[in-house]
Nanobody, 126 residues
């Protein structure tokens, strides 16, 4: 049974930075594409960033391009999200998720991700 555990959330000022981590256990981490999603209060979950299993490809939502960076360290089964130039609209619960394939899907949907973490809250004040 795969388990994912996010950490690193908290409060930040607009323009500041935070780094999120997601540690995976119970599976072969390097076999799977990973992604970050976020869900603001009373909003639908939205895609943030994705990375292929072998770190050869990344993809970002337009709203975070140039500000966020996704990476992974397969040696320690950990996914990261470096968030810079934070904005109040980045406030949300952030989730890491594991895909059913090692490639990033052509169309990213929550249903394509088999395992999810519990989420970590990010709050950005103006």
């Amino acid at each position: 049974q795969v388990q994912l555990a996010e950490s690193g959330g908290g409060e930040a000022q607009a323009g500041g930075s935070l780094t999120l981590s997601c540690v995976a256990s119970g599976g072969t981490f390097s076999r799977y594409s990973m992604a970050w999603f976020r869900q603001a209060r009373d909003k639908e979950a939205e895609f943030v960033a994705a990375i292929a299993g072998r770190d050869e490809e990344t993809r970002y939502a337009e709203s975070v391009k140039g500000r966020f960076a996704i990476s992974r360290d397969n040696a320690v089964n950990t996914l990261y999200l470096q968030m810079n130039i934070l904005k109040p609209e980045d406030t949300a619960v952030y989730y890491c998720a594991q895909n059913r394939d090692f490639r990033i899907p052509t169309v990213i949907r929550p249903g394509g991700y088999e395992f999810w973490g519990q989420g970590t809250q990010v709050t950005v004040s103006s």
